[in-house]
């Protein structure tokens, strides 16, 4: 087996195998929640990514939005996650996988009092980059929302203080 990986690396499928331990993978904290970049596209032939998302507890991760060019697939490690798929709210377990497919309007939220993790399953890959892309240098509102457009990805801001009433939740530096 290999050197364990140094967080900050991005492997490519030539690197061979290995493992990706508990530290390991490059980290972005968004207040709320987090991303570990466990497995980029480059690394899967572009077939998916993996991310794995830290939920502070009553934490909801995103407002209402939905996806241009790729699934999510949401399975929960750790908590309790709350999801809107469309106009159903469903709520997933330890051991639980939570599909959200391209073009369906999805968020989803801790809707526990205890941290949640998921790892999130992304195909095709790609969309992992905007994550990383968000949390370079000065962010702006508009900017953020330039980026997100590239990503294919239409956001519904509006929700948030709906979504945030309606579940008891928190949104950001809430």
Known sequence: MSTPPNPSQRFTG???PRIIGPKDGKLA???SFGARFMVWGEESGGGFSLVEHPIAPHALVAPLH???HEDEYSFVLEGR???QLGDQIVYAEVGDLVFKPR???HTFWNAGGTPCR???IISPAGFEHMFDELTAGDMTFELAKAIQAR???E???DSVARLCVEHGLTFGSE
């Open 155 to 157: 956001v519904d801001y």
């Open 29 to 31: 904290d968004f207040g």
């Open 81 to 83: 996650m709350g999801a």
């Open 14 to 16: 030539k690197d061979g």
């Open 118 to 120: 998921i790892l999130e």
């Open 151 to 153: 990503y294919g990805l």
């Open 66 to 68: 939905r996806h241009a």
């Open 103 to 105: 073009n369906q309007w």
